[in-house]
């Protein structure tokens, strides 16, 4: 039998074993051809109530293991994501529209993810404080208890087990809930790898299901710590919801990252970087490059060459052929694109390449002569398209970078690296990459954003003890404290 064999986890959502949940089941629709794929469970609201219970009981004694148990567990995950990469690599490819590359990426990061985890639960868990009293004084990290996860459909397997893996290598049981359109790369495979692995029964529950669902979890007063990553709209709810539930939410939200192309750059290069960078995973990234900022003395070069780039780029089904892009998620994305395109050569932009599609394939855009009131430009396309704005001089490159509500990544292309790190230092992002493009991720680095783009909480490496614990105070006196009454 298969890791995925539908034969067990078909229609069905997992709350200590796979079982029959009471919101129904959705359709797994490939997007590349419109084809029904499978079909996952969709949890209610009550749903979210019985996981809680089941994954708050579990947390006890999870938390008890030794934490060499735990680790063990995690490795063992580890290990699994790579003996399945091939078969959970076919999902990513025909559920998500990834391309083999992206897809392989994935399975990567995920076992990386399991491994950087797994060293978490042997880090020291506290400190030794000094006292005004005659006592032992030491504050101890604590796991918070059940930690909510709630990922997005574009990048679903790095972006669950991201918070799955720390949160439970910490001691935490966590409660998945995936995007419902990639419910089986970004929920099905992070659940069936734990089960394998050896995670006692419980700790990890995963409920597929939409807006409503997530909102459930949020509220459940038995989830004490919210990890979203999704849109800056559906975040600002999720974080109203936790302050007034009085719980920590991380959110990690939407980009509109910028990449500064100074004049001595080298051009063939920055082209290619520049085309990742807007390209990949057909633009539905986070740190996806939206605005492409370009010295004049270069621009009109730069934009010719791109646009010939994105001309010749494949796009097709990537089950099927070797292509750069795949299909776009669905047709509600699609159309979001297209009108943002639309409204930007309506309002003056030039369209350099690209604007059209057909069925889910949404051609590479270049668009020139953008300015601040260009959608495309000003707003989070997520969609493969490139806006390009050129700049005079170095100050004004900051001051266009630096006017965006988003603050999450930064590419600076520069043969002079030093003048590379000034200029970053210049521009506030979380994440900033001197001579690369904007999407970029590693398991060990801390990752967040700044502004609309999130709470600035950081996952990876270290920043995920802060994240998924709660610091205890405790003291001890060697005899019974004494008071004047
Ligand atoms: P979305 O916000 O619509 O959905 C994301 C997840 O949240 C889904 O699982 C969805 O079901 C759930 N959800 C939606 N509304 C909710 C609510 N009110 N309460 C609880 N859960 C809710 O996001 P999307 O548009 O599908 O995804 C793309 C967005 O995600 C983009 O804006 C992108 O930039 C962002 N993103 C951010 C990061 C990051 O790390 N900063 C990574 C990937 C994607």
């Not at 699994?80 to 990061?109: C, M, N, Y």
């Amino acid at each position: 039998m298969s890791l995925l064999d539908p034969a067990i986890w078909s229609g069905k959502a997992f709350i200590g074993g796979w079982t029959a949940v009471s919101g129904g089941t959705a359709s797994v629709v490939e997007p590349a051809t419109g084809s029904v794929l499978e079909h996952v469970g969709i949890a209610s609201p009550d749903d979210v109530a019985v996981a809680a219970e089941r994954t708050a009981q579990a947390q006890i004694a999870w938390a008890r293991l030794p934490y060499t148990e735990r680790a063990a567990v995690l490795r063992r995950a580890g290990d699994l994501f790579g003996r399945h990469a091939d078969e959970i690599q076919g999902w990513l490819i025909r559920e998500a529209g990834s391309i083999p590359g992206k897809a392989a990426f994935e399975t990567v990061t995920a076992a990386q993810e399991c491994y950087e985890a797994a060293a978490l639960a042997s880090r020291p868990v506290g400190e030794l404080l000094p006292s005004a009293e005659p006592r032992l004084s030491l504050v101890r990290r604590v796991p918070a208890g059940v930690v909510g996860v709630i990922a997005p459909f574009n990048v679903p397997l790095i972006l669950g087990i991201r918070s799955v893996a720390p949160a439970l290598a910490l001691g935490n049981a966590v409660i998945l809930k995936p995007d419902v359109r990639t419910a089986v790369s970004g929920g099905v495979a992070i659940q069936r790898v734990f089960e394998e692995a050896g995670l006692p029964e419980g700790v990890l529950s995963l409920l597929p299901g939409g807006a409503e669902t997530g909102a459930a979890l949020v509220v459940e007063p038995r989830v004490r710590v919210i990890s979203f990553t999704g849109s800056t709209a559906a975040g600002r709810k999720v974080g109203a919801a936790a302050a007034e539930h009085l719980k920590r939410a991380h959110l990690e939200l939407g980009g509109n990252s910028a990449l500064i192309v100074l004049p001595d750059a080298d051009l063939d290069l920055a082209v290619s970087t520049a085309a990742w960078g807007s390209f990949f995973h057909q633009g539905q990234v986070c740190m996806t490059t939206g605005r492409h900022l370009v010295h004049r003395s270069i621009a009109g070069e730069y934009v010719a060459r791109l646009a010939e780039k994105a001309d010749h780029l494949p796009v097709g089904d990537p089950a099927l052929e070797e292509v750069a892009l795949g299909p776009i998620i669905d047709a509600g994305q699609r159309d979001k694109i297209h009108g943002l395109v639309r409204a930007s050569v309506d309002g003056g932009a030039r369209l350099a390449a690209g604007g059209t599609y057909e069925e889910l394939f949404y051609r590479p855009t270049v668009l020139a002569d953008v300015t601040d009131s260009s959608p495309a430009y000003a707003e989070e396309v997520f969609g493969p398209v490139a806006p390009v704005r050129a700049f005079d001089d170095l100050d004004e490159a900051v001051a266009l970078a630096t006017a965006s509500p988003y603050g999450l990544a930064l590419g600076i292309l520069t043969a002079d690296v030093m003048r590379g790190l000034e200029l970053a230092e210049r521009i506030p992002t979380g994440l900033v990459h001197v001579n690369d493009q904007t999407v970029n991720d590693e398991a060990v680095a801390p990752f967040g954003g700044f502004g609309a783009s999130g709470t600035g909480v950081r996952f990876g490496g270290g920043a995920n003890v802060e994240a998924f614990t709660e610091t205890r105070w405790i003291t001890a006196r060697g005899s019974q404290a004494r008071y004047p009454f």
